[in-house]
């Protein structure tokens, strides 16, 4: 799960931080910091899983390298923008024009809705709901259903929402298992412990 959340997040980087040398260079050090401890436990992994990981993690690196050279050069074009406002000549805000295949391609993982509004300037809603006018994220349920009783009178049943499987750990657990990770990969960092934690079963709120 940390191989795959570090691959989702220099996707993201290679599509949106293209410029920003200093951003595409800290996931570089991510990717080496993340060799250097898978390296000490590659022996208990089966051969397949040693090769995917190792070339994986090589082309991340070829990629990072091939983005920073071309964020030292001089543009020569304008930055290509995510999102464009729409006029319509009526009275107020004009609405944002997102694209369904940029859009599909940021939406990975665990990427929040904020985190998409910061790159598209729009308010984390207006990525909620183009996200459900494309198709790419199913509708929630309803904060509660209406059902009729016996008496005529209607009863609210509550849906148990999206954070019902958050971790049951006690704090003092929590704490023995991010000790028991850092032992094993002492240069893990946030996302990375965050990632270990969900391969685990363990959905931990930041």
């Not at 051969?47 to 995917?52: G, I, L, R, S, W």
């Not at 494309?134 to 009178?153: C, H, N, T």
Request: charged fraction near 15%.
């Amino acid at each position: 799960q940390s191989f795959l959340t570090l691959g989702e997040r220099v996707h993201i980087a290679l599509r949106t931080q293209l410029g920003d040398a200093a951003r595409l260079m800290e996931q570089k050090r991510l990717c080496l910091q993340f060799l250097d401890s898978i390296s000490q436990h590659l022996q208990i992994l089966p051969p397949a899983e040693q090769q995917v990981i190792t070339t994986s993690i090589s082309c991340m690196i070829t990629a990072l390298d091939a983005a920073v050279t071309s964020s030292s050069d001089p543009p020569d074009a304008p930055p290509v923008g995510l999102g464009s406002h729409a006029t319509q000549g009526s009275v107020g805000r004009p609405p944002i024009n997102i694209d369904r295949a940029d859009l599909a391609v940021l939406n990975v993982g665990r990427v929040s809705h904020t985190c998409l509004a910061e790159l598209y300037h729009c308010h984390p809603r207006t990525i909620r709901r183009r996200l459900l006018e494309y198709g790419l994220s199913a509708p929630g349920p309803p904060v509660y259903i209406d059902e009729p009783q016996l008496d005529s009178s209607i009863s609210h049943t509550y849906n148990v929402g999206s954070s019902s499987d958050l971790s049951l750990l006690s704090d003092r657990d929590l704490d023995q298992l991010i000790l028991h990770i850092y032992n094993q990969f002492p240069s893990f960092g946030r996302w990375m412990i965050n990632g270990y934690l969900l391969q685990l079963g363990e959905h931990v709120p930041h």
